[in-house]
Every structure is written in C-alpha cells, then in structure tokens.
C-alpha cells in the first residue's frame, strides 16, 4: 500500500532526460471516470502530477491510477533524490511499515 505522495509543477518533473509521458492516462477533471475527453487540454508545465513513493508518477493522488510515468530507474530514482529533493518523511515511512505488520 502506497502512503506518500508529494506534488509537483510537470515542467520539473520534465527537466528529466528520460521523461516519457502517458498523456492518455490524464484524468477526465469533468466527470471524474479518468479517461482524456476532446475537451481536455493537455498537460502543460503548469500541470500538477504526484510522485509516489514508488516513484510513480500519477494525475491524482491514487498510485495505481492516471498513470502517467512509470519507468522507474536508478537515474530517475537519483533525478528525484537530488533534483527534486523528493523523500518519503520519516512518518509515513512508519505507517507502511505498521500497515504491512498487520498484513502478517
């Protein structure tokens, strides 16, 4: 279970040498069922993305929805630690931790 996500402007996500976009899995801001209408602009370096945990990046708040990045690597792992100074608090790192105990 994902805990932790912070937002950002996609202009910054995109300095990324590898940035690959899945524009089709922008969310329909409308009627909310999350698919890209002929009304919907496109995302724009203004566009607010979540980066997760899993260094996912989604259009939401939901890790495994509006997937917009996934090609999760070593350097983009690096791009995020040190270009975006992106992580997981001390506090959410412990509520996964609980979480997965009382799985067991």
């Known amino acids: 279970m994902m805990t932790y996500c912070k937002a950002y402007k996609l202009g910054d996500l ?9 524009s089709e899995n922008v969310r329909n ?9 002929e009304e919907e602009s496109p995302l724009t370096d203004d566009s607010i993305l979540y980066l997760h945990e899993t260094f996912i990046v989604t259009d939401g708040i939901f890790g495994d929805k509006n997937i917009i990045f996934d090609q999760v690597s070593p350097e983009w792992k690096e791009f995020c630690k040190k270009q975006l100074n992106f992580a997981v608090p001390e506090y959410a790192r412990t509520q996964t931790e609980e979480f997965a105990e009382q799985l067991n």
């Not at 995109?14 to 899945?22: D, H, I």
């Not at 801001?29 to 209408?37: E, F």
């Open 29 to 37: 801001r409308s009627s909310g069922n999350g698919s890209l209408n």
């Open 14 to 22: 995109r300095r990324f040498s590898g940035w690959k976009e899945n």
